[in-house]
């Protein structure tokens, strides 16, 4: 992650633009970092986004919860990255975009250092929870049969999940900070949000590390050995039973496969613009399409993941996809549930005493003389 905006370099120890860039004055003179155009395209690329992220979770987080057939391990998991992604719809995507539109800091100095430390720690609790159900199918596949992380181990599981995840981003939170710098030619200062330590370059490796090469790689190896058993280890002799059992098993396996798959899509290209925008010898000019169309679009297609999991879920569980309608219908069309009408109260006929009995016999004789 580069330190300061990657279309000027500052000096820190003078803080004062180098007069070496090109340009500079009418840079830092803009309001908007990039043009009208691409802030509207960008602003209903990234509201849609947050709205689908927050809904979509949203609902599946209350599903699991309503739904005694989904408290299972894996389905524990599949919770915790929703509320990961939740985190990411609601402090992530709205301030990142603001960060793209504005030249200066809008946030303040607390939101400079929380945006990227929630991020952070929600992306690294998505990738380290992909890892954890790995683990779990795997020793569910080759342990005794039934065996699965118990709810103990898989709070235990996720907690350290969350620990290592927010340890992991502390820098964030603590080198990042909202700096004023003067601009001689503009006889003025800009507030600018940066990441000011001397292990920029090694934490921005490190991140790609741990929190998305060896996870996947793990990850992958896990699914590759757990696939090889399931398509062309299986027994000859399986009953009917076991193969049904076998059948949902690999149905699981494409789901989370497919999870994993989209994570490591979406979230590569964002990663890539960190490398080299710390590594990379780029000019002035690169670094100007950098900060106009390509992290933005980066950006968006990281955030992207988080709204695609629940569609993922719902693809490859038919019983979740009709609650889900259902739930949707419910809220979106009469806004409640929709109440049944109560029915009224059954009419009780009480019995003709016997001198009503007697009466009512005189009368129809009465009729027909």
Known sequence: MASLPSWINIEPENATINSTISDYDELLSLKYKIGIAMIVICGLCYVVICLMCI????????????????????????????????????????????????????????????????????VGSSVFTLAAVAVDRCWMLFSAPGSHFTGRQVAVTVGTIWVASTATMLPQALYRHETSFFIPPLGRSINLCVEDWHLIQLYTLLLFVICYLVPLLVTGGLYITICTHLWYKRPAGEDEAARQKTQKMKQVIKMLITIVIMFALSWLPLYACWILEDFGPLTLGQRVIMMTYVNPIAHLLAFSNSCVNPVVYAYF?????????????????????????????????????????????????????
């Open 55 to 122: 809904l979509f979770n949203g609902l599946l987080c209350w599903l699991i919860f309503k739904t005694p057939e989904a408290h299972k391990s894996t389905d524990y998991f599949i919770l915790n990255l929703a509320i990961s992604d939740l985190l990411v719809g609601i402090f992530c995507i709205p301030f990142t975009l603001i960060n793209h539109i504005y030249t200066e800091n809008q946030l303040g100095d607390v939101m400079c250092k929380m945006t990227p430390f929630i991020q952070g720690t929600a």
């Open 317 to 369: 569980r038919p019983q979740l996809r009709r609650e889900g309608c259902l739930a949707l219908y419910a809220w979106c069309v009469c806004g409640t549930k929709r109440q049944v009408p109560a029915q009224p109260p059954p009419v009780q006929l009480q019995p003709l005493r016997h001198d009503a009995v007697r009466q009512h016999r005189k009368l129809q004789r009465l009729q027909y003389v």
